[in-house]
């Protein structure tokens, strides 16, 4: 089979990038993968190639796009942490939309007009209803969630002004691994709600659940989780409609399914075998209730479906990928 055209992955070491990175070199694109190792997490694969750098590095950008016939751009390099993002919101805007344009204004220099653009359900906010459709209001409560409406709106007048196509792909949670690649969430900290788990059940450390009192079937949050690789299919399924002429577009990735905290605390107990010790706290801020995606647009237009999303194959695959990350010493203990 004939290769494919080169795609420059930005953030490509990261969780959902190194997947998708992944799954590009898989269907036969040339991947490089340009990310600054913020987590300094092991990512050395033979199917990439790497480049180590800050992604508004104009030196660097100017050089990748000079020397590669690089067919299109995704954008995973993010700052991510939304109680980070309140205290330090400049550092988000910085990364998250300054950067960002630095990143478009190249693009643009030297003629590539394709990206596919790592978003957020944070572009929404409190949701006015669930589950939640793309045509619902921006109204976003955190300044992460307030950089990804910006960048979506910078994309959006792009695509007015200049001949500039994009996807802006709006994950719900992000969850899974892919341990026989060694993939999986190396974050530091680490503030996803499996990989904290997995830890609250190996180290018997108690999991702290934020809310007990929402209007929900247990009281707990309710969430909706989608496997990693499902996301990654979604990127390709989002380029190749790029590829095939189509005008911009926004999609909500999804199953349309919500589990609770305590649902997941109870999911991860079994799968481990192990009682998780859970410490009540009070609900944090702006945490929604219910946050569930309508998938029905990107099913219809992208042709995709999750495949890998059934929640203990979740867990079993995020756990696989503990121990293997633990048994190599792939990566330092991970802390709440």
Known sequence: ???????????????????????LAKNNYQVIVLDSFVHNQYFNPTWAQIVRADFADQQI??????????GAVMHFAACIEVGESVKDPLKFYENNVAKTITLLQTMRKHHVDK??????CAVYGVPQEVPLVEEHPFNPISPYGKTKAIVETILHDAAQAYNFRSVSLRYFNAAGALPE?????????ETHIIPLLLKAARTQQPFSIFGSDYKTKDGTAVRDYLHVLDIAQAHLAALQH??????????????GNGFSV??????????????IHVNWQARRPGDPAILVADPRKAQSILRWKPKYSELSFI??????????ALHQSLIIEKTA
């Open 1 to 23: 089979m004939l290769s494919r055209p080169t795609v420059l992955v930005i953030g490509g070491a990261g969780y959902i990038g190194s997947h998708t990175a992944y799954l």
């Open 61 to 70: 950008l100017d050089s990748l796009f000079s020397q590669h016939q690089i």
């Open 115 to 120: 990206l596919i653009f790592s978003s957020s």
């Open 181 to 189: 690649e060694q993939l999986g969430e190396q974050h530091k900290p």
């Open 242 to 255: 790029l590829e095939r002429g189509n005008p911009s577009d926004a999609f909500n990735l999804g199953t």
């Open 262 to 275: 305590k649902e997941m605390v109870e999911t991860v107990g079994q799968i481990c075998k192990t009682n």
């Open 315 to 324: 867990v079993q695959s995020a756990l696989a990928f503990e121990k293997t």
